[in-house]
């Protein structure tokens, strides 16, 4: 199938699929007589794959290391559960960040007065 029915099937845009086969991610099988790039299923599953690894937040190389165990059925899963758990170990940094960040922007928001004077703890201390 074409590049258009297969990211329609992997539910991406046609951009995105015309980047992963640039970068060597999930290439498609072959190209047609008139040059267009054809995917089949497996391609299609990878696709697919790269889709939901990415929705997790994983970068490009962790999607290409994942892609690999994917492909090999000969794996360990404490292989893959080891890439598992240094996301978990990101993202709960960056909650970490962003709770931070909501209780200080709370702490300012709580601090101003919302009222017609111009001076403003929140614009004081997104300027320091």
Known sequence: MNIGEAAKRAKLPVKT?????????VS???????GYREYDEIAIRKL??????????????????LLSLFEDRSRESADVKNIAKA????????????????DELSHLADSCAGNARPDCPIIDGLAG
């Open 87 to 102: 996301r978990i170990a990101e993202l709960d940094e960056k909650l970490l960040e962003l709770r931070l960040l909501r």
């Open 48 to 65: 697919k794959f790269v889709a939901r690894s990415r929705s997790f937040g994983f970068g490009i190389p962790a999607c290409r290391e």
């Open 17 to 25: 699929v015309r980047y992963y086969a640039e970068i060597g991610l």
């Open 28 to 34: 498609p099988n072959g190209r047609s007589a008139s």
